[in-house]
């Protein structure tokens, strides 16, 4: 068992590595692409909201079919979509296929090597191979592989530059998509290769359940309910905290690159080259985050490295130059996004197994939606050329995220130790 599940860990991690890469590649070059298509920043935004939204709708069916029929399906179906939709990109220039295509795979909107609206499907499948105080350092460390992925893609995005002489305007970037689809087609052989993956194990089954002393049924029926209900508490407070903070990650994240260029001229090789360090530093500090976890507790360690990056997210539109604008960025995406591990741990944790896909879309859900609201707002925002309101949106909403879950989850860290459910 221990065996099978480090396997699974170790291909569920490649098959991470392998997507942070291309989700690299295109965090850079997708909203630069389209802005050489002549798309506004405001188009731009929506088609991100729109894929934010379509993602939040697969997350509760992938959440609750996956605790039924197994993880791996989703998984490969994911990056075989993926695949083609990289590929229909690269062909392409007519505004609705394009569309179509980020709405559906969410393309360039900087998942950290995430399975987009199937997450909950490989969060769970990783969890379920791992021991509940295990699991902050496994999912941190799988954090990091996403942010070292997503800064060697970061790096790779900045390609078309070398030849945009031969290749002007929007087509330079098309052979990086065409590459995006080859590492999908691969990730979508590691997860064909990984063991495991099936529908968790119901408990008891209905010959034993018949078998059983009237009294002794009653008494787990009761037992079963307090559980349940415990864990439902758990799952909404943890959904209300998550829709506060995907609201303000959604009034960044997706457009920041736009950002970058409208805000200091930036072209394609030097936000690639921000990004990747920026990449470099959160996988450190993801890593970091996880041993903090286990020393301090999952709940302190993500509070305390969340409020230190709220400060240099308000800070942020305030530098007058690209460099310091990127040095804060930097900091402030290693502060903020390095904890992204340990809250998947915790995540994960709030139910058994049986129910941690349901869990996990719910939060997913929540967390997607109010992201989703971000770029059309942030767009428009950019249009009318305020540069620096998004960030002090973003900044406040995840203060007030920060500070709810330290003192909604406050107690979870003295049951740390616990096993897993």
Not at 149 to 155: E, K, N, R
Not at 328 to 334: D, E, F, K
Not at 398 to 407: A, E, I, P, W
Request: hydrophobic share 50%; net charge positive.
């Amino acid at each position: 068992m221990a065996a099978n599940g480090s396997s699974t860990v170790r291909y569920l991690q490649t098959a991470r590595a392998l997507r942070s890469v291309a989700q690299g590649v295109a965090i850079v070059d997708m909203t630069l692409y389209l802005r050489d298509l002549q798309w506004s920043a405001a188009e731009i935004g929506g088609v991100m909201s729109a894929a934010g939204v379509c993602g939040a709708a697969l997350i509760l069916l992938v959440g609750v079919l996956s605790d039924r029929v197994g993880r791996k399906p989703f998984l490969f179906a994911y990056e075989c979509m993926t695949a083609c939709a990289a590929l229909v990109i690269g062909l392409c220039r007519n505004p609705y296929i394009l569309a179509v295509a980020i709405v559906l795979t969410g393309f360039g909107r900087g998942q950290n090597g995430a399975a987009g609206p199937f997450t909950p499907a490989e969060q769970a499948w990783l969890a379920s191979g791992v021991a509940r105080e295990r699991r902050s350092k496994v999912f941190s460390t799988n954090t990091a592989l996403g942010f070292f992925g997503m800064a060697l893609g970061a790096v790779l995005g900045g390609l078309p530059r070398l030849w945009m002489h031969s290749l002007a305007g929007a087509a330079a970037y098309r052979p990086l998509f065409f590459g995006l689809c080859v590492i999908s087609l691969g990730c979508a052989m590691v997860i064909a290769r990984a063991p495991g993956g099936k529908a968790p194990q119901r408990r008891g089954s209905k010959d034993h359940a018949n078998a059983e002393p009237l009294d002794s049924k009653a008494t787990e029926q009761i037992l079963e309910r307090d559980v349940r209900r415990q864990e439902n508490r758990n799952m909404a407070k943890l959904a209300f905290v998550n829709l506060l903070n995907g609201l303000g990650v959604g009034f960044v994240g997706p457009m920041v690159t736009y950002w970058f260029a409208a805000r200091f001229g930036a072209d394609s090789a030097q936000i690639g080259v921000t990004l990747a360090g920026s990449f470099v530093v959160t996988g450190l500090a993801a890593m970091f985050s996880g041993i903090a976890a286990e020393r301090f507790g999952m709940v302190r360690s993500v509070v305390w490295l969340r409020l230190a990056g709220v400060v240099f997210m308000l800070i942020l539109p305030l530098m007058p130059t690209f460099w310091l604008a990127s040095a804060v960025y930097t900091i402030r995406s290693a502060l903020s996004r390095g904890t992204q591990g340990t809250r998947s741990a915790l995540g994960s944790s709030v139910t058994r197994d049986q129910r941690r896909g349901f869990s996990l879309s719910i939060n997913s859900f929540f967390t997607r939606l109010a992201s989703a609201i971000g770029p059309s707002l942030s767009g428009a925002l950019l249009d009318s050329g305020s540069f620096a309101l998004p960030f002090l949106l973003a900044g406040g909403l995840q203060l007030v995220s920060s500070l709810l879950y330290g003192y909604m989850f406050r107690y979870f860290d003295a049951d740390r130790s616990q096993k897993s459910p």
